[in-house]
């Protein structure tokens, strides 16, 4: 679109798969239990815990009575042994033997658990508690929250690399053509219904650090919103200007990378790129992502229109040219501007050059259009 030549610029994580019902071999196996040494054979049923750490006694057992079994055969049978314990060595109290008060008095018949058998006891039941939770866990429908844990060594995972942000949004449906007016416009894109009397204001080639300042307080002025078509390496080095527009209210769309003279020529591939590149500056520096894409010069093909489409924006060109690129003479761009109809898109720049006679134009263009009833309105 300019006259001007456009400055281009230039670990994985490996964990062993759990069994089939979601458990590994290490939550299964049992908690370890106190270290005590080796352990000692437990008592027979019926003795008490004193009679099991006493020296066997070398007398005879008494005869059972009639109808009264002993030894295990009496606890399978239900019947409870005799209520006296059988008498063991008593053992040396220290407390009593240190000149303190005696122990209380032991009852008959309760055996008395020592310190081992307590500790013993306890690691069973945690051990009955864990087994009495993996069950729960596995056998309703919802995951225990913490898991099975792997079994095996676990190789360090790396952090997560933050991605880069998608600008570009899904692919779109092809158009056969670019976008010229508002009913079109209206049309491909499902925009909401424009006023009879809307007109629409497009600036190309842009951010300008001298015009696009000065015409950005002409629609100020006249509260006229536009659509700034950027290219991507003006955008760059210019990025205060870029924000400039979008703190202003006006939209902003895809004019390529590099303003490229026959964008159709290129290949596939170059295209893409040249709209990527131009997608993502633009975002970068204004938090904006822009939805319609401006070719240079109005050259479209369906090459182009394939490219467009696939980066998920719409084609969009104009119905009223003033030529002010050329840079032919304020009156010249006022005549081209003045005949605009409604639903007609107009196009002038702030890019390319020098923008002397475009910015003078629009000083009389833009609030003689309104007078007429015309409104300007956003894409």
Same mark, same amino acid.
């Not at 990527?276 to 938090?287: F, P, S, W």
């Not at 003479?329 to 050059?353: K, N, S, T, Y």
């Given at each position: 679109?300019?006259?001007?030549?456009?400055?281009?610029?230039?670990?994985?994580?490996?964990?062993? *798969?759990?069994?089939?019902?979601?458990?590994?071999?290490?939550?299964?196996?049992?908690?370890?239990?106190?270290? *005590?040494?080796?352990?000692?054979?437990?008592?027979?049923?019926?003795?008490?815990?004193?009679?099991?750490?006493?020296?066997?006694?070398?007398?005879?057992?008494?005869?059972?009575?009639?109808?009264?079994?002993?030894?295990?055969?009496?606890?399978?049978?239900?019947?409870?042994?005799?209520?006296?314990? /059988?008498?063991?060595?008593?053992?040396?109290?220290?407390?009593?033997?240190?000149?303190?008060?005696?122990?209380?008095?032991?009852?008959?018949?309760?055996?008395?658990?020592?310190?081992?058998?307590?500790?013993?006891?306890?690691?069973?039941?945690?051990?009955?508690?864990?087994?009495?939770?993996?069950?729960?866990?596995?056998?309703?429908?919802?995951?225990?929250?913490?898991?099975?844990?792997?079994?095996?060594?676990?190789?360090?995972?790396?952090?997560?690399?933050?991605?880069?942000?998608?600008?570009?949004?899904?692919?779109?449906?092809?158009?056969?053509?670019?976008?010229?007016?508002?009913?079109?416009?209206?049309?491909?894109?499902? *925009?909401?219904?424009?006023?009879?009397?809307?007109?629409?204001?497009?600036?190309?080639?842009?951010?300008?650090?001298? =015009?696009?300042?000065? /015409?950005?307080?002409?629609?100020?002025?006249?509260?006229?919103?536009?659509?700034?078509?950027?290219?991507?390496?003006?955008?760059?080095?210019?990025?205060?200007?870029?924000? @400039?527009?979008?703190?202003?209210?006006?939209?902003?769309?895809?004019?390529? =990378?590099?303003?490229?003279?026959?964008?159709?020529?290129?290949?596939?591939?170059?295209?893409?790129?040249?709209?990527?590149?131009?997608?993502?500056? /633009?975002?970068?520096?204004?938090?904006?992502?822009?939805?319609?894409?401006?070719?240079?010069?109005?050259?479209?093909?369906?090459?182009?229109?394939?490219?467009?489409? @696939?980066?998920?924006?719409?084609?969009?060109? =104009?119905?009223?040219?003033?030529?002010?690129?050329?840079?032919?003479?304020?009156?010249?761009?006022?005549?081209? @501007?003045?005949? *605009?109809?409604?639903?007609?898109?107009?196009?002038?720049?702030?890019?390319?050059?020098?923008?002397?006679?475009?910015?003078?134009?629009?000083?009389?263009?833009?609030?003689?259009?309104?007078?007429?009833?015309?409104?300007?309105?956003?894409?």
């Amino acid at each position: 679109m300019s006259d001007e030549p456009q400055r281009s610029v230039p670990e994985d994580r490996t964990v062993e *798969a759990p069994d089939e019902d979601g458990q590994t071999d290490e939550d299964l196996a049992p908690a370890a239990g106190p270290a *005590a040494g080796p352990a000692e054979p437990a008592p027979a049923d019926g003795q008490t815990a004193e009679a099991s750490e006493a020296p066997a006694a070398p007398a005879e057992q008494p005869e059972p009575e009639d109808g009264v079994a002993s030894g295990p055969s009496a606890d399978a049978a239900g019947v409870e042994p005799p209520s006296a314990p /059988i008498p063991a060595p008593a053992e040396p109290d220290t407390q009593e033997a240190a000149g303190g008060d005696p122990p209380p008095p032991r009852q008959p018949g309760r055996p008395l658990l020592d310190r081992r058998r307590l500790l013993i006891a306890g690691a069973g039941a945690a051990l009955a508690a864990v087994a009495g939770g993996i069950a729960v866990g596995t056998g309703g429908d919802e995951p225990d929250v913490a898991g099975p844990r792997p079994a095996g060594p676990v190789t360090a995972v790396r952090s997560r690399q933050p991605e880069s942000t998608r600008v570009t949004p899904p692919p779109v449906a092809v158009q056969r053509a670019p976008i010229f007016t508002l009913a079109q416009y209206r049309k491909a894109t499902g *925009a909401a219904p424009f006023p009879a009397d809307a007109i629409a204001l497009t600036i190309d080639d842009g951010p300008h650090p001298v =015009w696009t300042p000065k /015409i950005l307080k002409l629609l100020d002025r006249y509260h006229v919103p536009a659509m700034f078509c950027m290219i991507g390496n003006q955008v760059l080095g210019h990025e205060d200007v870029a924000k @400039m527009v979008t703190a202003a209210g006006h939209q902003l769309a895809n004019h390529t =990378w590099s303003h490229p003279g026959v964008l159709s020529k290129r290949s596939g591939t170059t295209i893409h790129r040249e709209i990527l590149r131009a997608q993502e500056k /633009i975002h970068d520096t204004t938090g904006y992502a822009p939805k319609l894409f401006r070719s240079p010069g109005g050259v479209w093909s369906p090459k182009v229109l394939r490219q467009v489409a @696939m980066a998920g924006l719409f084609p969009l060109d =104009w119905t009223n040219d003033p030529r002010d690129w050329s840079r032919p003479g304020v009156g010249r761009i006022e005549h081209a @501007m003045l005949a *605009a109809r409604p639903g007609q898109i107009l196009l002038c720049h702030d890019g390319g050059g020098d923008r002397s006679q475009t910015y003078h134009a629009l000083k009389t263009v833009l609030p003689r259009l309104k007078a007429r009833g015309l409104r300007f309105v956003a894409l």
